[in-house]
């Protein structure tokens, strides 16, 4: 009889002791909703405390798109230390914690390195991962069997040899799994400590799910507020540019009587006059803003793109012919390689040419005192068949903190520039299907465009 009582008394210590782990555990759960930290505390949890529960834990989440359970998190014994209860002198509050510095170090160890490197797939015909994935079923083996197989390669790489798998589910999914050993102890993996492994794992797949669920929350309201920041200042930038779209038309009349008389006066002065000097300074300053003021207005404009077909080839040799002065007079060396093609294309004739005569007087503005310019088409191949130029000079390159700004409207690195030329470029270029991208390439810059072909 007293051997009937002490078995009894045993079995009700033992499940006190139960009970009061998984209140621990499920308050812990209860206590954070960072997903990393909450996966920390699973498997410190798992390996750590009094009495022992295991020597290591793993912990896979399941990747639906690509079929697979990807290794999350290793933990083993000797990196659990600093686990610390709070209110610890109630049974029914009491939880454990971590600070920063232990998941920085458990995250930093080999034996997590390992489990991180891991990828286990779901398609394989594996009796571990068919027993806890699709049949949501604790796998426990005291043998190497696992070694044998030809679809346990995990097993192998993580060197388990007598083991217990749990499945984690919430809402009748799985969303991985925990695999437990003892390697270091050689402790017998008992009864006790699956019962308990599967109640652990119940809530741990509960409390995952929720972390996971709310870490998206977080994530679309984050991009929702970003939306909602870019569409206020869009607004903001629109209302901007329709009252520079009105202003510059306002301003474009009375410029244009300013330079007409100036031109006037400029035809009746004394060559050589003080006045005269004067009179030619107004035009120059007035052509300047009001090609400042068609840049304005052509950007703020909505375009319109009259789609036909056209020939490449044909627009890159109206814009030599346009810019032949150009180069002359400044003393620029000039070569082309149209590769004998056509190049075939859908877009606006007009506004493509606009984007190559851009490029072209801007590289020939790099270029004052001399230089060279070639511009070349090659066939390339990215999503589909597409045409490839590339503008390069010997102007000294763009500065490298510049290059990611470049195209963004009224960046310019021009004295007395707007800012809207190479806007206006990349604008029409996407309108185009197409793409544009700016480089330094010896000593000078290379622009290169992409634009799809009609076969």
């Known amino acids: 009889m007293a051997d009937s009582g002490s078995h009894r008394q045993t079995a009700s210590t033992t499940q006190f002791t139960e009970l009061t782990l998984l ?23 798992l390996t750590s405390g009094n009495p022992l529960l295991f020597d290591r834990a793993m912990l896979f989440l399941r990747n639906e798109k690509t079929n697979s359970l990807q290794g999350m998190l290793g933990v083993q014994q000797d990196s659990t230390t600093n686990l610390h209860i709070i209110d610890d002198q109630d049974y029914l509050s009491c939880r ?12 930093a160890s080999e034996f997590c390195a390992l ?12 009796p571990v991962v068919k027993r806890v994935i699709v049949e949501q079923k604790l796998y426990h083996t005291e043998n190497s069997g696992c070694h044998e197989c030809s679809s346990c390669t995990f097993i192998k790489h993580l060197g388990v040899i007598t083991f217990a798998a749990a499945p984690l589910v919430s809402r009748g999914r799985s969303i991985g799994i925990i695999i437990v050993d003892n390697p270091v102890s050689g402790r017998p993996i008992g009864g006790d400590d699956l019962h308990f492994l599967r109640l652990f794992a119940n809530q741990a797949g509960m409390a995952i799910e929720n972390s996971m669920l709310y870490n998206r929350i977080e994530e679309a309201h984050s991009s ?31 410029l244009i009587s300013i330079g007409g008389f100036a031109g006037r006066l400029l035809k009746v002065l004394t060559e050589g006059s003080r006045e005269r000097q004067y009179a030619d300074t107004i035009i120059k300053e007035v052509c300047r803003l009001e090609k400042m003021l068609s840049d304005i207005l052509a950007f703020s404009r909505k375009p319109t793109i009259c789609y036909n077909h056209c020939s ?10 346009t810019c032949a002065a150009t180069m002359e007079d400044n003393n620029i060396r000039f070569n082309q390689d149209l590769g004998g093609a056509l190049w075939p294309l859908l877009g606006d004739a007009h506004q493509l040419k606009q984007v190559f005569l851009n490029l072209i007087l801007n590289a020939c503005e790099a270029m004052p ?7 070349c088409a090659t066939r390339s191949t990215l999503d589909k068949p597409t045409v490839t130029i590339c503008i390069k000079d010997t102007g000294g390159g763009i500065p ?10 009224f960046f310019t690195t021009k004295l007395h520039g707007t800012g809207l030329g190479l806007a206006i470029v990349n604008r029409i270029v996407i309108n185009h299907n ?15 465009v992409n634009l799809p072909l009609v076969e």
């Not at 005192?369 to 511009?375: A, D, E, I, Q, W």
């Not at 330094?440 to 290169?448: K, S």
């Open 23 to 45: 209140y621990q555990f499920s308050n812990t759960l209860l206590s954070t909703i960072r997903l990393n930290k909450l996966t920390h505390l699973i498997l410190t949890a």
């Open 96 to 107: 454990w914690d971590i600070n920063d510095d232990v998941i920085v170090r458990q995250r």
């Open 115 to 126: 489990v991180h490197a891991t990828r286990i797939d779901t398609d394989e015909d594996c």
């Open 224 to 254: 929702l507020r970003d939306a909602r920041e870019r569409l206020d200042h869009g607004e903001r930038l629109a209302a901007i540019g329709e009252m520079a779209a009105n202003l510059a038309h306002e301003l474009k009349n009375p």
């Open 312 to 321: 490449l080839a044909e627009i890159l040799k109206d814009c030599f012919e």
């Open 369 to 375: 005192n001399g230089g060279f310019l070639s511009v």
């Open 400 to 409: 490298s903190d510049m290059l990611s700004q470049i195209f963004s409207p």
């Open 434 to 448: 197409g793409s544009i991208t700016a480089s330094n390439e010896a000593n000078g810059a290379v622009f290169t």
